[in-house]
């Protein structure tokens, strides 16, 4: 199975500024997905990115305040900006690995809390 | 439309006890379905998935769960429950596969207490 480094594991940031979490893969995928957990939440989809295109948001989430990058097949960037304490949440990179026919595998997420 | 529903926030055992945690469905058509584990401060670890074949899918560390579609129901279960199964478990709902990108929808979760 894919194993999924992301990075930082956590931060705490100041009210106004931006954070980018950072999603590497071992091995290539098409599709990767960024995930928001919410303090005591389930989880809920950001953004699905592919590479060479522009993510495709969910309803509730837009790209001037979560843009993504996918600049390649192992390599993903979720910015959370202009940060509120309502953004404080652990969000999750997950990667499909469809030729396996294996559902999601999930980073071990970036606790994001924003003071 | 998909959707799931855990009835239970909260379910409470003793060590060596049954678990049973419960997970309802909804689909307009044949879904997949997932049982996922969230260990405090970690993240997401796939127990089991049912995806059409046996009704009846085991997972890792001992949990099993029964694929009931007349009562559209995923249910997990353990047969005797240890200290470390305590956590927040997710059943999840998603297309089948090879029938697109499986967008996961997760359902609201339930925290596994085991006491001593």
């Known amino acids: 199975s894919a194993v999924i480094s992301q990075k930082p594991s956590r931060d705490i940031c100041q009210r106004g500024t931006s954070l980018t979490i950072q999603c590497q893969v071992d091995?290539?995928?098409?599709?990767m997905f960024w995930y928001r957990q919410q303090p005591g939440q389930s989880l809920t989809l950001i953004a699905t990115?592919?590479?060479?295109?522009?993510?495709?948001?969910e309803s509730g989430f837009v790209i001037d305040k979560f843009p993504i990058s996918r600049p390649n097949l192992t390599f993903s960037t979720l910015t959370v900006s202009n940060l509120s304490p309502e953004d404080s949440s652990i969000y999750l990179c997950?990667?499909?690995?469809?030729?396996?026919?294996?559902?999601?595998?999930f980073g071990n997420g970036t606790r994001l809390t924003v003071t | 439309a998909q959707s799931v529903t855990q009835l239970d926030s909260h379910v409470s055992v003793s060590e060596g006890t049954p678990v049973l945690l419960r997970c309802n469905y909804s689909?307009?058509?044949?879904?997949?379905l997932f049982w996922y584990v969230q260990h405090p401060n970690k993240g997401l670890q796939l127990l089991l998935k049912?995806?059409?074949?046996?009704?009846l899918v085991k997972g890792i560390n001992g949990f099993e769960a029964e694929f009931k579609k007349s009562e559209t129901s995923f249910h997990l279960t353990k047969p005797s429950a240890h200290m470390s199964d305590a956590a927040e478990y997710f059943c999840?709902?998603?297309?089948?596969?090879?029938?697109?990108?499986?967008?996961?929808?997760f359902g609201t979760g339930t925290r596994l207490l085991v006491s001593p």
């Open positions: 997950s990667v499909e690995d469809r030729a396996a026919n294996s559902p999601l595998h």
């Open positions: 091995s290539q995928v098409t599709m």
């Open positions: 990115a592919n590479q060479g295109s522009e993510a495709t948001y």
């Open positions: 689909s307009s058509y044949s879904p997949s």
């Open positions: 049912y995806t059409s074949a046996a009704t």
């Open positions: 999840v709902v998603s297309r089948p596969p090879n029938t697109g990108f499986q967008k996961l929808v």
